[in-house]
T-cell receptor, first 113, second 113 residues
Framework: GNSVTQMEGPVTLSEEAFLTINCTYT??????LFWYVQYPGEGLQLLLK?????DKGSNKGFEATYRKETTSFHLEKGSVQVSDSAVYFC????????????FGTGTRLQVFP | DVKVTQSSRYLVKRTGEKVFLECVQD?????MFWYRQDPGLGLRLIYF???????EKGDIPEGYSVSREKKERFSLILESASTNQTSMYLC????????????FGPGTRLTVL
């Protein structure tokens, strides 16, 4: 079946460190891939997305590239800030006409000054 | 500014009570979703609706029902609350099909005693 696997957290970094959060997926067909972020006390919000192989999504300094050959969509940021502390969810959308998302378990990022 | 609101941030109920969780969106979105979020499990889809009075079961519909009488409002109903329904409940909405972003409410943390 379709599934998303994320690295377990928490990920603890110092400010300005490089961030990678791994995400791999299993899916039939050609899913779209998403990263959502949940700041403390809030709902999820879309961070970036990619709808086909080799697409790169980017937003707020975060990037992720849709790699079909490795079924991966790893999230990266060159220099994290304290304000990036949040839970990050990788997700896939199974098909064009359902809008249903399958989420990974989430990875908590803690950034210290 | 787009908005999804949920009726309560925190709710405490007793086993066997009937519980209503309300969600309202002001974006004229066709699709609405109810998820529950549990540590280590990520978000799991309970029910979704793609039009007024239309609903489909998600991955974990047991013990829940939904109602969508108006386009902007989507209610989640726990007919007889049980302790294993203690969780964070998140509502989301999106425009009609096509890999569209889901917008999330802030969540309702439900505790069933």
């Amino acid at each position: 079946g379709n599934s998303v696997t994320q690295m377990e957290g928490p990920v603890t970094l110092s400010e300005e460190a490089f961030l990678t959060i791994n995400c791999t997926y299993t899916a039939t067909g050609y899913p779209s891939l998403f990263w959502y972020v949940q700041y403390p006390g809030e709902g999820l919000q879309l961070l970036l997305k990619a709808t086909k192989a080799d697409d790169k999504g980017s937003n707020k300094g975060f990037e992720a590239t849709y790699r079909k050959e490795t079924t991966s969509f790893h999230l990266e940021k060159g220099s994290v800030q304290v304000s990036d502390s949040a839970v990050y969810f990788c997700a896939l959308m199974r098909s064009y006409n359902t809008d249903k998302l399958i989420f990974g378990t989430g990875t908590r990022l803690q950034v210290f000054p | 500014d787009v908005k999804v609101t949920q009726s309560s941030r925190y709710l405490v109920k007793r086993t066997g009570e009937k519980v209503f969780l309300e969600c309202v969106q002001d974006m004229d979105h066709e699709n609405m979703f109810w998820y529950r979020q549990d540590p280590g499990l990520g978000l799991r889809l309970i029910y979704f609706s793609y039009d007024v009075k239309m609903k489909e079961k998600g991955d974990i519909p047991e013990g829940y029902s939904v109602s969508r009488e108006k386009k902007e409002r989507f209610s989640l109903i726990l007919e007889s609350a049980s302790t294993n329904q203690t969780s964070m409940y998140l509502c989301a909405s999106s425009r009609d099909s096509g890999y569209n972003e889901q917008f999330f409410g802030p969540g309702t943390r439900l505790t069933v005693l």
